[in-house]
Structure formats: structure tokens, C-alpha cells
């Protein structure tokens, strides 16, 4: 028994090294996607701080939400966020399960430069919409008599550029139209609707996004328009996203041992239409590709995917 459990630890660890050491590289070549779409959170954050500077408090306005669902109240306000953080962690540890189970039907980083561009997109139009129009927020902090609907006038530029996490984020006002709460839900189902392997997940998932939405609305934290837009402008956002971005290498299949040779030598051997193909973002057809034996024998599919992991190094 105790040797058993050494073998696969040792064999879990090989993984995750290997695992690694591929997605070190792909990282290498995307650096800078990532770092500008974590850039572009605090961005977002500063862009809501402002807002709350214009917000001007005032009576709650007639919503078909408030109607029919009944109010949680301020005892139970962390309802909403408590589902919020399920989701979140939930998709976070998901996205770095390729580190230890075997299979893998994408690369980590590759994953995260696509759910970053739906972010990015999303939250952009966010921010042109609640400037557009400061709605009197609905919360129980925004109402009037409340000290934290409006913010003093700020004493520098400094002061605005510091978001005060997590109390600024939580007790903002102004940033309506549309939920950032229901941006972040939504990209995370629709990307675990399109890379996840699970039906009974999805279809959870789908659920969970309904039930955050009708939190959100009976905490008050939102009008229902502002739930209304999130769900019909990030799906929007995330079927324009695909459609001009390369798709993600599926590893299920060995489809990545089509997308780059495994060395110079392969490499040579391409043909010019393949390299035309891939210079005009189209896809090489796997069925005019055949296997190619080495001296030995074994054909190329034979070779171990670690070591074309490593080697892969495409953009999102």
C-alpha cells in the first residue's frame, strides 16, 4: 500500500513538473496579455471609485424585481457574495486542474488570456455605460441619510487612484448599469460551457448564474436592468471574442502536435500551402497530414505530450 501511494505521488509530481514547465512557456510568449488584463482590473476599479465621487443618492426607482422578489435585508446581504466566491474559486481551481489530472483538454494560460478578453471587453462597456448615466443606487449604503452614498471631495488625484479594497469595492455607488458581479458569473459559465467536459457541471452552472441573478436583484444591490444587459451583452461580447481570436488547442485529441512541429527538421518538411494556411490564421486539415516514422519505427503521435508541451508556445 505504501509503495503504491509513493508511485503515484511520484508520477503526480512528474506530472505537475511537466505541466509546469509547458505552461512556463506558453506564458513566456503571453506575458503581456496576461499582465494587461490584471492591469485592466484595477483600472476597472478605479474607473468605479470615481463614479461613486458623481453619485447623487436619491428615492429607489420603480423596478419589476423589487415586485417579485421579496427583500433579503441587510442581515442577509452576504448571500449573494457567498454564492459569488463559490463561483469564483470554483472556476479558478478548475482552470488549474491540467497540473494534475491527466486529462487535459487545454493549457492554463492559454485559458486565462481568453477569459481575461471577455473581461477586458465587458468591463469596457461597463465603464462607458454607468458614466453615461448615474442612476440613484439601490443599495442600502447608497440610499439617502447613509454617510457612504456619497464620497467627500477628494483632497488629490492620489486619493482617487487608491481603491481601498475590499471596504471600496463592497460600499461603491454609482457603477449600475451593468452587474460586474454577473460579468464575472457569466464569462466564467460560458467558458466552462465551451472547455468544460461535464454536462451535469454546465448545466449546475447555468443554474447557479440564474440564482445569482435573482440574489443580486432581491439584495437590492441591483436594479434588474442592470442583471437584464450583463446577461445579453457578455454573451455577445464572449460569441464576437471567439470569432476573432485563434481557437484553443485541444489536447485531447493530440490536435497540438499539428499546430507546431516538434523541430526544425519536421518543421522544413512542411508544405507551402500549410505554412500559407497558418500565416492566414486558418487551420491545417489533420487529414492531409500523415503520420511520419522515424528510424525506429514509431510514428509521431507516439512521441510523450510532455515534451510537446513544451514546446507549444501559441498566443490566445
Known amino acids: 500500500m505504501t509503495l503504491y501511494i509513493g508511485r503515484e505521488a511520484s508520477k503526480l509530481w512528474k506530472r505537475i513538473c511537466a505541466e509546469t514547465s509547458a505552461e512556463s512557456n506558453l506564458f513566456i510568449g503571453n506575458w503581456k496579455y496576461i499582465i494587461a488584463g490584471f492591469v485592466f482590473q ?10 461613486h465621487y458623481l453619485h447623487w443618492p436619491g428615492p429607489t426607482l420603480q423596478d419589476l424585481g423589487f415586485f417579485l422578489l421579496p427583500e433579503l435585508g441587510q442581515d ?34 492559454q485559458i486565462w488570456c481568453r477569459v481575461l478578453a471577455y473581461l477586458v ?32 471631495e477628494p483632497d488629490g488625484v492620489l486619493e482617487v487612484l487608491v481603491i481601498n479594497f475590499p471596504q471600496g469595492v463592497i460600499y461603491g455607488c454609482g457603477d449600475l448599469i451593468f452587474s460586474s458581479h454577473m460579468i464575472f458569473t457569466l464569462v466564467f459559465v460560458l467558458t466552462y460551457q465551451k472547455y468544460g467536459t461535464r454536462r ?19 439584495s437590492r444591490k441591483h436594479y434588474t436592468v442592470d442583471v437584464v444587459v450583463a446577461w445579453y451583452t457578455v454573451n455577445l461580447v464572449v460569441f464576437f471574442v471567439d470569432k476573432k481570436l485563434p481557437e484553443l488547442s485541444d489536447r485531447t485529441n493530440g490536435s497540438s502536435l499539428l499546430l507546431l512541429p516538434l523541430s526544425t527538421k519536421d518543421k522544413d518538411n512542411w508544405t507551402k500551402e500549410e505554412n500559407h494556411k497558418l500565416l492566414n490564421g486558418n487551420s491545417v486539415n489533420p487529414a492531409d497530414r500523415r503520420p511520419r516514422s522515424q528510424s525506429n519505427g514509431k510514428n509521431l503521435e507516439d512521441v510523450n505530450i510532455n515534451q510537446v508541451d513544451t514546446s507549444m508556445n501559441s498566443t490566445p
Not at 484595477?42 to 463614479?51: D, P, S, T, W
Open 42 to 51: 484595477y483600472i476597472h476599479g478605479v474607473a468605479a471609485r470615481g463614479v
Open 76 to 109: 442577509k446581504v452576504y448571500v449573494s457574495e457567498t454564492v459569488f466566491m463559490f463561483v469564483f474559486l470554483s472556476f479558478f481551481l478548475w482552470t488549474f486542474h491540467p497540473f494534475v489530472f491527466k486529462v487535459k483538454k487545454f493549457y492554463t494560460v
Open 121 to 152: 471587453v465587458s468591463q469596457t462597456l461597463r465603464i462607458f455605460t454607468f458614466y453615461s448615466t448615474q442612476l440613484p443606487g439601490p443599495n442600502y449604503h447608497c440610499r439617502p441619510g447613509s454617510k457612504l452614498a456619497r464620497l467627500p
Open 200 to 218: 451535469c457541471i454546465k448545466q449546475f452552472g447555468w443554474t447557479i448564474a440564474i440564482i445569482q441573478s435573482l440574489l443580486i436583484v432581491a
